[in-house]
């Protein structure tokens, strides 16, 4: 089990965690979601809880997801999805992009931004938020008419190339 944040804190905080509770299959690695410290096609499954619409190239941390994944692998993304579009003004609201609202998507911009990656079997499940984190996010705002929180789902899967069927020549009598 891999763990990525861009903060060398958290990652000394969960490699403590892991230290203390016995966890030996964990490695804490200090990176960007644009720029993954990883191989081409080295996971099977990455997951990611709330984080993505923090950042400013959502296409970008996608395309990376897709390109460490290995072919079958899965992704499984929590995250805050748009309802629909935001006032101009909480998109620049420095608060409402901190707290996930301002930078979020729409569960049809992540279809398409997967579909033309190329992630397949995409699934996304969304839900409203509850009243306690719309109070926390929204600053007071009517944030629940706005955004809603989504699983999504997805794979990466290449075409297989089809093998040439065998001949078989009966010998000659």
């Known amino acids: 089990v891999l763990g990525l944040d861009g903060s060398e804190t958290m990652i000394s905080r969960a490699s403590a965690i892991a230290i203390k509770n016995g966890f030996t299959n964990c490695e804490f690695i200090l990176g960007e979601i644009e720029d993954i410290p990883l191989p081409d096609n080295s996971l099977d499954l990455i997951m990611s809880n709330c984080v993505i619409n923090l950042s400013t190239d959502k296409y970008r941390v996608y395309s990376e997801i897709y390109r460490c994944l290995r072919n079958g692998g899965r992704t499984a993304i929590s995250d805050i999805t748009l309802q629909k579009t935001l006032p101009k003004e909480w998109v620049s609201d420095p608060n409402m992009v901190k707290t ?64 040439e069927p065998e001949y078989h020549i009966p010998p000659h009598t």
């Open 100 to 163: 996930w609202v301002g930078g979020a998507w729409s569960a049809e911009q992540i279809q398409t931004a997967f579909e033309k990656i190329g992630f397949t079997n995409i699934n996304i499940l969304s839900k409203d938020v509850s009243d306690e984190y719309a109070k926390k996010w929204g600053h007071g705002l009517e944030i629940k008419t706005y955004i809603q929180s989504s699983l999504i789902y997805a794979e990466k899967s290449t075409p297989t190339v089809q093998e």
